[in-house]
């Protein structure tokens, strides 16, 4: 089976510093990603055309990130049938509330899987988990990860069961 793609788009290239997580977490786990900047205010009609070609493109997952007024993942859920993760960007003056709420509050039919504000690494490892559902190597590549993580928290634990006893 060919090796999906993973897009992620981000409503402005402000929101780069968090976005460039995703992309570096993406990349990590040697999944193939292409990152642009679309706006579903700004450039809609690019917006659309993207969504509408992603799947033939090769694209198995979009992760779309955007402050404020944050409509992009929506919006390119709108015109296609790929899995969306929306990534609400702390921008504006409400601290990222509005572009969760706007970003997570979906009418029923068109769905985006919201992570939490700024949330970049989650975003990208829900794309990896979608795309590993038909890649037994990436899938193998997520479990080491989270073994990896397990035996770090272990670590943490006995180091602060040391610093216990020392007190
Ligand atoms: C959103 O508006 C973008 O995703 C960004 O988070 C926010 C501000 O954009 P800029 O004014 O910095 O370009 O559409």
Redesign the pocket.
């Known amino acids: 089976m060919t090796k999906r793609k993973a897009a992620v788009i ?6 780069w510093p968090i976005v460039e997580k995703a992309v570096r977490q993406l990349r990590e786990l040697g999944i193939e990603t292409e990152a642009r900047v679309m ?4 450039t809609p009609e690019q917006a659309r055309e993207f969504a509408l070609s992603a799947r033939a493109k090769g694209f198995g997952v979009i992760i779309a ?8 993942a929506g919006a390119l859920a709108a015109n296609s049938t790929l899995p969306v993760i929306g990534i609400p ?1 702390k ?2 003056t409400l601290d990222g509330l509005d ?1 969760l709420l706007s970003t997570v509050q979906m009418p029923s039919g068109i769905p985006v899987a919201t992570v939490a504000i700024d949330g970049a690494q989650n975003a990208a490892l829900l794309a990896a988990q979608i795309l590993a559902v038909s890649d037994a190597e990436l899938a193998a590549r997520l479990d080491a990860m989270r073994a990896e993580m397990a035996a770090s928290t272990v670590k943490k634990d006995a180091a602060l069961q040391e610093k216990l006893n020392n007190i």
Do not use: N, Q, W, Y
Not at 39 to 42: I, K, Q, T, V
């Open positions: 981000m409503g402005s290239d402000s929101d706006s579903a205010h700004r990130a955007a402050g404020k007024a944050a409509h992009l960007i921008s504006s572009a």
